[in-house]
Nanobody, 121 residues
Framework: QVQLVESGGGLVQAGGSLRLSCAAS????????MGWYRQAPGKQRELVAT???????NYADSVKGRFTISRDNAKNTVYLQMNSLKPEDTAVYYC???????????????WGQGTQVTVSS
């Protein structure tokens, strides 16, 4: 079983910055991709950014140039630096990690509990 614990959410004014962190623990042999998703009220959960174990990143068009995803493989931790925040970035942000529990085992997606980010205008 894998646990993902997110931190760093909060209330910030438009134009401000926040840094989210997500640490994975538990039955982990290796982690493939890690990422951040968000869900605003009344909307579906959407991809924000992902990063592979090798460091390849992918971003939603709406956050390109403003958000940066990074990870520390030794700590099984992924980060999301969010700059130039806009009110439309307001959402619950969820961490995701594809983890295998043993050598050559299957990778399963795991989700954190979510952290609220609110951007005031």
């Amino acid at each position: 079983q894998v646990q993902l614990v997110e931190s760093g959410g909060g209330l910030v004014q438009a134009g401000g910055s926040l840094r989210l962190s997500c640490a994975a623990s538990g039955s982990i042999f290796s982690i493939n991709a890690m990422g951040w998703y968000r869900q605003a009220p009344g909307k579906q959960r959407e991809l924000v950014a992902t990063i592979t174990s090798g460091g390849t990143t992918n971003y939603a068009d709406s956050v390109k140039g403003r958000f940066t995803i990074s990870r520390d493989n030794a700590k099984n931790t992924v980060y999301l630096q969010m700059n130039s925040l806009k009110p439309e970035d307001t959402a619950v942000y969820y961490c995701n990690a594809e983890a295998a529990a043993y050598y050559s085992g299957p990778y399963y997606p795991n989700w954190g509990q979510g952290t609220q980010v609110t951007v005031s205008s």
